[in-house]
């Protein structure tokens, strides 16, 4: 099942990504292993996974422990609160859900103490909603400026949650604002700030997220089935 799931997954990649004149090898698969158990995330991992997504922080760290022996990369996906920083420096190699300057700093603090330069993304509310995690579009720029002083942390790119989930041909214009949001901000040429990664797509919409430049697409139903 699980198997066939990423089969099926990494042939969808390819075509999309060969029906838009991408190198398939530049859209990496962030496994979402939310909520599924460990035994589980070892089968993805056996058969082929190598960066999985986690949301909460104590149930990370209960699966990477378990799964230390595996040379996988974990990804931390979730709403991040400040005073969990210490945990996720430690567990994660990347950050997609950084959206304020004071979080910023905090894990800036905490990388420092272990002498880590911890790679983050800059998270994205591109939709503006007012329920949704993000920096405001507008204020986004300066938020990459602020963090940039941070000498522990390393901007690697942008993430965005797109509002209308699992309806590809309304998140188009959203995927495509963050695109072009990136592509301003490469243009700055900010020092210490590289834009090479676009943390967008999910199962429902990640063929559209990869015509749009998406570098990181983050599924989990479709490789885990649907979560409990
Ligand atoms: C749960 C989650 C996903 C995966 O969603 P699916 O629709 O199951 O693929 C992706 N990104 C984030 C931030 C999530 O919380």
Same mark, same amino acid.
Do not use: C, R
């Given at each position: 099942m699980l198997k066939k799931n990423l089969a099926g997954i990494k042939q969808r990649i390819q075509n999309t990504a060969h029906g838009c004149g991408r %190198?398939? *090898?530049d859209v990496k698969l962030v496994a =979402? $292993? #939310?909520? =599924?158990e460990t035994e589980r995330v070892q089968q993805a991992i056996e058969a082929g996974v190598t960066i999985l997504g986690e949301n909460y922080v104590q149930e990370a760290r209960d699966k990477i422990t378990a799964l230390s022996r595996y040379p996988v990369s974990w990804h931390f996906i979730g709403h991040l609160q400040s005073n969990k920083s210490k945990y996720v420096v430690r567990l994660f %190699?990347? !950050?997609h859900s950084v959206d304020r300057l004071k979080l910023a700093q905090e894990l800036n603090k905490q990388a420092r103490k272990l002498d880590k330069i911890q790679n983050i993304l800059i998270q994205v509310? !591109? $939709? +503006?909603? &007012? &329920? #949704? $995690? +993000?920096? &405001?579009e507008a204020a986004a720029i300066d938020l990459v400026k602020e963090i940039s002083a941070l000498e522990h942390l390393s901007i690697q790119g942008l993430m965005t949650m797109p509002p209308y989930f699992n309806e590809p041909e309304k998140v188009k214009p959203y995927f495509a604002a963050l695109q072009k949001l990136s592509d301003l901000i490469r243009s700055l040429? !900010?020092?210490? =700030? *590289?834009?090479?990664e676009l943390s967008m797509g999910m199962t429902g919409d990640f063929e559209v997220a990869i015509e749009n430049g998406a570098t990181l697409i983050r599924i989990g139903t479709a490789i885990f089935g649907e979560r409990l």
């Open positions: %190198d398939p *090898n =979402v $292993s #939310k909520t =599924v %190699d990347l !950050i509310n !591109i $939709s +503006g909603e &007012a &329920a #949704k $995690s +993000g920096i &405001a040429n !900010i020092v210490n =700030v *590289n834009m090479q």
